[in-house]
C-alpha cells in the first residue's frame, strides 16, 4: 500500500523559511518522481513541483521558482521541499502525491 505522509508546516513570517518533508513507503521510492502540490483556502489544489528519480526538478508553478526547491533522499524513502522567502500567497496545505496517490497535508501559514 502506498503511504505518503508530508511534515514540517507551521506558521511562519514573510520572508522566512520552511523545509517541509515526505515520507514515503510502498512502492519502489527509487525508481519514481514525487510532487508537491498545495491548496490554498477556498483554491483548488495546485502542483508545485516535482523531482524525478534522477533528481531532476520540473517546476508547475512559476510563483515558487527561484524560492523554493526539492530533494530526494532515497535511502530514506524521503523528499524534502526547501521553501526560501515565503509569501502569504504561499498559505496552503501541501501535499506530496505519487502516481495519484496523496498523503496527509502539512499545513503552512505565512504571515505578513
Known amino acids: 500500500e502506498v503511504q505518503l505522509q508530508a511534515s514540517g508546516g507551521g506558521l511562519v513570517q514573510a520572508g522566512g523559511s520552511l523545509r517541509l518533508s515526505c515520507a514515503a513507503s510502498g512502492f519502489i521510492f527509487d525508481d519514481y518522481s514525487i510532487a508537491w502540490y498545495r491548496q490554498a483556502p477556498g483554491k483548488e489544489r495546485e502542483g508545485i513541483l516535482c523531482?524525478?528519480?534522477?533528481?531532476?526538478?520540473?517546476y508547475y508553478s512559476g510563483s515558487v521558482k527561484g524560492r523554493f526547491t526539492m530533494s530526494r533522499d532515497n535511502a530514506k524513502n524521503m523528499v524534502y521541499l526547501q521553501m526560501n522567502n515565503l509569501k502569504p500567497e504561499d498559505t496552503a496545505v501541501y501535499y506530496c502525491?505519487?502516481?495519484?496517490?496523496w498523503g496527509q497535508g502539512t499545513l503552512v501559514t505565512v504571515s505578513s
Open positions: 502525491n505519487h502516481l495519484g496517490h
Open positions: 523531482i524525478s528519480s534522477r533528481e531532476g526538478i520540473t
